[in-house]
T-cell receptor
Framework: QKEVEQNSGPLSVPEGAIASLNCTYSDRGSQSFFWYRQYSGKSPELIMSIYSNGDKEDGRFTAQLNKASQYVSLLIRDSQPSDSATYLCAVSSDFGNEKLTFGTGTRLTIIP | DAGVTQSPTHLIKTRGQQVTLRCSPKSGHDTVSWYQQALGQGPQFIFQYYEEEERQRGNFPDRFSGHQFPNYSSELNVNALLLGDSALYLC????????????FGPGTRLTVT
């Protein structure tokens, strides 16, 4: 079983709609959760972090965490063509500065 | 505020050769982590340096080694290169053991022929 699982996509969403990206993880002791955006040929860019159960909103982005279900998600509201990228879910086992374990990423395409 | 920088941008090496990649962390950061990202995959953790010591190591062979300097910059060395070492090598920096967030540099694209 992979430690962090994501649907590889591609996920196609019309411009202006809500894009929903999902991630599950196997280590029940995981404490820190991150979403990175990676454009083709570029490096990952941190867009959201979440540490406690519930929702965290930042602009058009909302991260949701459910530790009991070992599930984390990212919602992108009012999707724009510039949101087209691969979204990587990353998990850390501690609140400290521990290694990140990544999923393989979900490729998102926003259709104008 | 300078972000994480890496050099070189691209590198082509032959099997069996050795390579050194360099990273300068974001201003104010003292911890450097290295990741390898193969095409179509998520980044894989290689190792992390803090206070000039290797703090954590992922599942990579001893051919992969590193170093951190007093100014917090870091090097990744790979010996006896294999074709399978071709990948994007990413450096991430963070602000000490109490910081949860890691920020990536632009990466070094290594091609082994």
């Amino acid at each position: 079983q992979k430690e962090v699982e994501q649907n590889s996509g591609p996920l196609s969403v019309p411009e202006g709609a809500i894009a929903s990206l999902n991630c599950t993880y196997s280590d029940r002791g995981s404490q820190s959760f991150f979403w990175y955006r990676q454009y083709s040929g570029k490096s990952p860019e941190l867009i959201m972090s979440i540490y406690s159960n519930g929702d965290k909103e930042d602009g058009r982005f909302t991260a949701q965490l459910n530790k009991a279900s070992q599930y984390v998600s990212l919602l992108i509201r009012d999707s724009q063509p510039s949101d087209s990228a691969t979204y990587l879910c990353a998990v850390s086992s501690d609140f400290g500065n521990e290694k990140l374990t990544f999923g393989t990423g979900t490729r998102l395409t926003i259709i104008p | 505020d300078a972000g994480v920088t890496q050099s070189p941008t691209h590198l082509i090496k032959t099997r069996g050769q050795q390579v050194t990649l360099r990273c300068s962390p974001k201003s104010g950061h003292d911890t450097v982590s290295w990741y390898q990202q193969a095409l179509g995959q998520g980044p894989q953790f290689i190792f992390q340096y803090y206070e000039e010591e290797e703090r954590q190591r992922g599942n990579f062979p001893d051919r992969f080694s590193g170093h951190q300097f007093p100014n917090y910059s870091s090097e990744l060395n790979v010996n006896a290169l294999l074709l399978g070492d071709s990948a994007l090598y990413l450096c991430a920096s963070s602000a000490g053991l109490e910081s949860y967030e890691q920020y990536f540099g632009p990466g070094t694209r290594l091609t082994v022929t």
